[in-house]
């Protein structure tokens, strides 16, 4: 049985830095793309950063230069570190891995599991 579970989220000033993660249980963590998602209220889930075996990591534009993906395979856990925080960053954070095969890594719906989310709330 797969499961995910994040941690780390919270409530942050604006410019601050909170680091999420998400230990992963019950898959061959070296077969999976592990990726990281957000939904704020009232809109759809986007991607954020992805990272796989080789040291290969993908971000959406918001967040480049300032968002940190990483793994640790001996912990079988995914980070995500994220700086210079701005409110619009305020939303859920899911992570999700998708076994590795050809797919595209930053479409949410080719993900197999998901975590049940973390709150990052950033205020002003």
């Known amino acids: 049985q797969v499961q995910l579970v994040e941690s780390g989220g919270g409530l942050v000033q604006a410019g601050g830095s909170l680091r999420l993660s998400c230990a992963a249980s019950g898959l061959t963590f070296s077969s999976y793309a592990m990726g990281w998602f957000r939904q704020a209220p009232g809109k759809e889930r986007e991607f954020v950063a992805t990272?796989?075996?080789?040291?290969?990591?993908y971000y959406a534009d918001s967040v480049k230069d300032r968002f940190t993906i990483s793994r640790d395979s001996a912990k079988n856990t995914v980070y995500l570190q994220m700086n210079n925080l701005k409110p619009e960053d305020t939303a859920v954070y899911y992570c999700?891995?998708?076994?590795?095969?050809?797919?595209?890594?930053?479409?949410?719906?080719?993900?197999?599991?998901w975590g049940q989310g973390t709150q990052v709330t950033v205020s002003s």
């Open positions: 990272s796989r075996n080789g040291g290969i990591t």
């Open positions: 999700a891995a998708l076994r590795l095969g050809g797919r595209v890594l930053i479409n949410s719906r080719n993900y197999d599991y």
